[in-house]
Nanobody, 126 residues
Framework: VQLQASGGGLVQAGGSLRLSCAASGRTFSDYDLGWFRQTPGKEREFVVA????????YYADSVKGRFFISRDNAKNTVYLQMNSLKPEDTAIYYCAAYLYYRRNYPATSPYEYDYWGQGTLVTVSS
């Protein structure tokens, strides 16, 4: 599967952004998906995961209650709605995927994901 993330940009603290990740290739509903983020000099950080059906979602504590993940399997797209953004949310955001039957859900390590999008930059100004 090929993934392409979009929707990043510059936003003031307290604002919102919605990221999208469009997939092409193999059947989209074969994959559990996740969002990660990374800043210079740091390891890629888990943000949220969603199961292949969309019925299960797992959030990092740092974004719980502010970020919301969803997916539309008919449109081969996963979304990340980010609200109440903080300067510490500034990062490059990556979407990622793995075949759901190859891992236990939720996968929170970047090493568990086999497919990655190119990343989209989110900058939150104070």
């Amino acid at each position: 599967v090929q993934l392409q993330a979009s929707g990043g940009g510059l936003v003031q603290a307290g604002g919102s952004l919605r990221l999208s990740c469009a997939a092409s290739g193999r059947t989209f509903s074969d994959y559990d998906l996740g969002w990660f983020r990374q800043t210079p000099g740091k390891e890629r950080e888990f943000v949220v995961a969603i199961s292949w059906s969309g019925s299960e979602k797992y959030y990092a504590d740092s974004v719980k209650g502010r970020f919301f993940i969803s997916r539309d399997n008919a449109k081969n797209t996963v979304y990340l709605q980010m609200n109440s953004l903080k300067p510490e949310d500034t990062a490059i955001y990556y979407c990622a995927a793995y075949l759901y039957y190859r891992r236990n859900y939720p996968a929170t390590s970047p090493y568990e994901y086999d497919y990655w999008g190119q990343g989209t930059l989110v900058t939150v100004s104070s």
